[in-house]
């Protein structure tokens, strides 16, 4: 069954609004509309084309991407690594969280990106392949994405390090502190790291270089179709974004938080908060 998408376009309206500090009135005025239209507006489908573009323009997202999502349109595709790799999907609530397995498959080698809400795939999927389990990276430190760590430590023998952005050191006791930029290893595998903080303050995405497809394992900083949360420092969030994953060749593909994978070309076609993407393309740039 298809992981259906993290958000729905009312989401994506709002997550652009709390970014940009517009409640409903300043929306409205921005937009030139009157406050009781807005509500309608902001339901996009079916609503005049002009308006929902105004609606974008006034939001800085992009109008065509923002339809196709309310329409059901966008249907992200991903081509992921066939070898020494594992997504783990797993309820959380009323939601559900994503975390990775990687490992060289010379040497059996394995990381864990997050611990989902749930340890038992990752788990599962080590023990089926004969792997050891070296390291967990950690993409934040929300509860949803680390609160299985003791119980993905507990069953390998050995010291597994755990690895954190120094932004958010501390929150994970024993973990190892780093700055964004270093490269780690794993067997024949390397992993660049790269600062996509906003939804967190440590949110760091995870480049990994020499598997069968291009991979980068971001957390919440993107899903398909839209962003996490960004809490502060909206504009200089998305430009982190932009640099440090849809900078990647257009075939990467995307390992978000939550939601369906998907690529960096896909992102830059569909994604709304991104609409400098298609602009460019139009213009044949």
Not at 92 to 107: E, F
Not at 126 to 151: F, G, S
Request: glycine share 10%.
């Amino acid at each position: 069954m298809a992981i259906p998408l993290e958000d729905n376009v009312s989401d994506i309206i709002g997550k652009a609004q709390r970014g940009l500090g517009l409640d409903d009135q300043a929306l409205a005025d921005r937009m030139k509309i009157p406050l009781d239209q807005l509500e309608g507006v902001k339901k996009v489908a079916g609503v005049e084309p002009a308006l929902v573009r105004k609606l974008a323009e006034a939001l800085g997202l992009g109008g065509l991407a923002l339809t196709r999502l309310a329409e059901g349109k966008y249907e992200p595709f991903a081509k992921p690594p066939t070898a020494g790799f594992f997504m783990a999907n797993t309820p959380y609530g009323d939601v559900h969280v994503n975390a990775y397995l990687i490992w060289d498959t010379r040497s059996g080698l394995a990381a864990a990106f997050d611990t989902g809400a749930d340890a038992a795939p990752l788990i599962d999927e080590i023990k089926a392949n004969n792997l050891t389990l070296q390291d967990i990276y950690l993409t934040h430190t929300h509860a949803d994405h680390v609160m299985e760590l003791d119980r993905l430590r507990e069953p390998f023998v050995g010291s597994i390090g755990v690895h954190v952005a120094e932004a958010e050191a501390g929150v994970i006791p024993d973990a190892a502190a780093f700055a964004p930029g270093v490269t780690f290893s794993l067997g024949r595998l390397n992993i660049e790291t790269r600062d996509t903080s906003g939804h967190s303050a440590g949110g760091v995405s995870y480049h990994i270089h020499g598997l069968d497809a291009p991979l980068v394992i971001v957390g919440d900083a993107l899903f398909a179709g839209s962003v996490g949360g960004i809490g502060s420092d909206y504009k200089a969030a998305l430009k982190r974004i932009r640099d440090n994953i849809l900078s990647g060749q257009d075939n990467t593909n995307i390992a978000p938080g939550h939601g369906p994978m998907t690529t960096v070309k896909a992102e830059k076609e569909n994604n709304p908060f991104f609409p400098e993407f298609r602009r460019t393309v139009a213009q044949g740039i």
